[in-house]
């Protein structure tokens, strides 16, 4: 029977329920699938820092090589490690080692989920550039602390990356329905965001049968709130990527269902699944977390391992669960409720 290697990081808070929520329903479903699944846990989040100094180990990525994928739960404690501590020591530097360069966010309504917006036939896929850009860490302080002190953040953007993102981009799209959005700032950054249309440009004509048209960043939030179901595909930015899919997260129903994937596309290294929603430390322990966001993105980890019927069986049962208005209400059910009902519904 074939079998995958699955390192469990359940991280920090909530963390910790949802990724065993999302791993018991993984296990039914790789049963029910044929195949089977060995996680292996590792405990590195803030309280291992506080324990060792570190948020994993020294030999942390070469531990995680030997995996065929990673599935994380949150990071993060703020009132114990400051936020810039845990996430350059754990969640960065993973994206990076592995060039997990494409994080792809699935935004649409669930059967029973109210959204804000008066819009529910929305289907977006914002796919964020993951490796570099505003977030490539390059930078620095002088003068610390004195009147003169000063701070440059760098962004980078290599043309190997922005292709790479661009061409994935454009790949969804035809895979989907055709159209792509790609956003930038080019008006204002007349160098990167520049520098990013003008790549767009001259990779367009390698897909005739997808439409592109380039959106300002401000001009593309203002969209997905207003006309989210004129969108399809969206490409963008490490920052802007960002900032964009915790909008899409809200439009469709809060982050309890924001689910990610940081994908290496060409297989050559473990690609990493986790939801977005963050540890909570504020419902931590209280067992009221909604699980639907980490089971999401374990559907998205097996259909990236080409275990497509057993995708689709947990999302099915995901939208037979909220259809019923389980975990369509934050804190009105248990975790293991939501569970529960998402396991019987798979069967």
Known sequence: MKSYRIALVPGDGIGRDVTDAAWQVLERAARGAGFGLEGTAFPWSCAYYKETGAMMPDDGIATLRGFDSILLG???????????????????????????????????????????????????????????????????????????????????????????????????ARRRTGRLAS???????????????????????????????????????????MAPESLDVVVASNLFGDILTDLGAAIQGGLGYAASANLVPDRSAPSMFEP?????????????????????????????????????AIMAAISATTARGIGTVQGREKTGEITAAVLTALG
Request: glycine fraction near 8%; charged fraction near 20%.
């Open 276 to 312: 977005v929603h963050g540890s909570a430390p504020d419902i931590a322990h209280l067992g009221i977390a909604n699980p639907i966001a980490a089971i999401w993105s374990g559907a998205m980890m097996l259909e990236h391992l080409g275990e497509t019927a057993a995708a689709d």
């Open 183 to 225: 956003v930038t700032k080019s008006n204002a950054q007349k160098y990167s965001m520049v520098f990013w249309d003008e790549v767009t440009e001259a990779l367009a004509p390698e897909y005739p049968d997808v439409t592109v048209t380039s959106y300002h960043i401000d001009a593309m939030a203002a969209r997905m709130v």
């Open 74 to 172: 949150a990071v993060g404690w703020p009132a114990q490690v400051p936020d810039n501590v845990s996430l350059h020591g754990l969640l960065l530097p993973i994206r990076k080692a592995f060039v997990q360069y494409a994080n792809v966010r699935p935004h649409r309504l669930l059967p029973g989920v109210t959204g804000p917006l008066r819009k529910t036939d929305f289907d977006i896929l914002c796919i964020r550039e993951n490796t570099e850009g505003e977030y490539a860490g390059a930078g620095g302080r002088v003068h610390r602390g004195g009147p003169d002190e000063v701070a440059v953040e760098t962004s980078v953007f290599t043309r190997k990356g922005v292709e790479r993102i661009l061409r994935f981009g454009f790949e969804q």
